[in-house]
């Protein structure tokens, strides 16, 4: 089973993926947790290039290529394999980031961003996604007490409504796969519902 966590910045992704993390190692199975851009040693690598504020010269395809090559890294040396062997996959983020940042937020074509996508992927598609939904500017407000902003986070609010728009789209044409959930909630009560999700397809 591959499962994919995707919000705005600032949404608690992060949070809820280690926590249900620990319940499927609780319950002993085959999971791992990634993340995108991240989760080898290449990707990792183009993380910190994509989210360094020196780097303002990078031109929207050039950042659209990154994201994609660090997902072509990942599926092959991480993601795949582990499938294939039968275990559970959590990536914080995956392709609908894509779709939203760069195809919603940069204005790049989304049919293309849709296809290179799938050629890094081998065209997989999360078993189920959870979108935790969060107030922008609140989001943006938590993230800041959190550290400096990355090279991301510190474009204008314009941006990330548009992202946020982006989002909206995915869950209107995906809405068995992507499950929206207010992440304003407290987090206990979020992992509560996340829980119950997995118990359903899992059942
Ligand atoms: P995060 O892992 O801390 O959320 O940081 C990843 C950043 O990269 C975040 O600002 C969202 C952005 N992103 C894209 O713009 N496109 C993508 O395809 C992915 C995976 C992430």
Redesign the pocket.
Known sequence: MFITFEGQ?GAG?STQIKLLHDYFLAQGVNVILT???GGTVIAEKIRRM??DTENTSISKKTEALL?IAARAQLADEVILPHLANGGVVLS???SD??IA??GFGNGLDIDDLVSMSNFAGDSLVPNITFYLQIDVQEGLARKLTQGAP?R??QRELSYHLKVQKGYEHLLRMYPDRIKAIDGAQPQDKIHEIIIKYIKDITA
Do not use: A, C, N
């Open positions: 910045e992704k993340r995108e851009p994509l989210k994201y914080d983020r995956f980031s894509t940042y760069q990355d991301i986070e």
